[in-house]
């Protein structure tokens, strides 16, 4: 079932930006890499296409976080209610990438082919950029989990589409 779609703006010199949905309503913005013909390891975005949906453990991102056990809001504090380790929104099997995952940041520069959500698109130390990242993430983490978890307890794959908004962006 899918349940996230990314529609990509036309890819820019080093990066792309893009709108994100949850089940077919638009939840805010993204960032990625740019768009290569050849792969180049941190600095290509992922082909066009669907991906299936997991819940992984990263040391950079998991760590120190932490998830409601009653909202799957994350905090910072280990508490009986936030016990679980954060775990990450990852695409799996992705051809010639591995690890891509969805987590905050801002820029190109915080991503290596994983997808960073926002708020609203911005400039940031001179380049575009997301902005309200976190607080994006934190928002919609704990309903995109809900809704991979839910899905994996019947049986159901949950999946990403990644495709381009208009005709004219760089096709991969």
Known sequence: ?????????????????S????????????IE?????????GETR?????????????????????????????SKVQTAEYSEKHKLITLKSVPNFSRVLWHWGNT???????YITGESIGILKGQKAVLGSRKKYEQVY???????RS?????IKSYVTY??????????
């Open 1 to 17: 079932m899918e349940i996230l779609t990314v529609l990509r703006y036309p890819s820019e010199k080093d990066w792309t930006l």
């Open 19 to 30: 709108e994100f949905y949850i089940m077919g309503q638009i939840f805010g913005y993204g």
């Open 33 to 41: 890499d740019e768009h290569r013909d050849v792969k180049v390891h």
């Open 46 to 74: 992922i082909a066009n296409g669907t991906y299936e949906l997991c819940l992984t453990h990263s040391p950079k991102f998991s760590d120190g976080y932490y998830v409601s056990s009653k909202t799957g809001a994350i």
């Open 108 to 114: 190109d520069d915080d991503t290596d082919a994983c």
């Open 142 to 148: 704990p309903m995109i989990a809900s809704l991979i």
């Open 151 to 155: 899905n994996e307890s019947k049986g």
């Open 163 to 172: 495709k381009d908004k208009y005709s004219n962006n760089l096709a991969v």
